[in-house]
């Protein structure tokens, strides 16, 4: 059975940064994409980035480029997402996802089968 536990969420001044963690089970990084997606109160699920398998394909929203940076730890199992210069519209519940085995990551939600429980962010003005 495969589990995502995300972590590193937590209150930040604007300006600042905040690596965000998730470490899975049950699944091996280097074949399977794995995602970051916020949702703020009110509004929808939203994709930020993603990650091939075997980590030679990132991708990004708009608004985070140059401040957000994907990676993964294949021998932790564990992908990051590295916050820099923290927007006040950046507060969201963050969810890390895994897509399906052998396929190129994608920024639709319903691409991926498994999520975590999701951490907050808070960002002070």
């Known amino acids: 059975q495969v589990q995502l536990v995300e972590s590193g969420g937590g209150l930040v001044q604007a300006g600042g940064s905040l690596r965000l963690s998730c470490a899975a089970s049950?699944?091996?990084?280097?074949?399977?994409?794995m995602a970051w997606f916020r949702q703020a109160p009110g509004k929808q699920r939203e994709f930020v980035s993603t990650i091939s398998g075997s980590g030679t394909f990132t991708r990004y929203l708009d608004s985070v480029k140059g401040r957000f940076t994907i990676s993964t730890d294949n021998a932790k199992n564990t992908v990051y997402l590295q916050k820099n210069s923290l927007k006040p519209e950046d507060p969201a519940y963050y969810y890390c996802?895994?897509?399906?085995?052998?396929?190129?990551?994608?920024?639709?939600?319903?691409?991926?089968?498994?999520w975590g429980q999701g951490t907050q962010v808070t960002v002070s003005s």
């Open positions: 996802a895994s897509g399906p085995g052998g396929r190129a990551p994608q920024t639709v939600a319903t691409f991926y089968d498994y």
């Open positions: 049950g699944r091996t990084f280097n074949w399977f994409a």
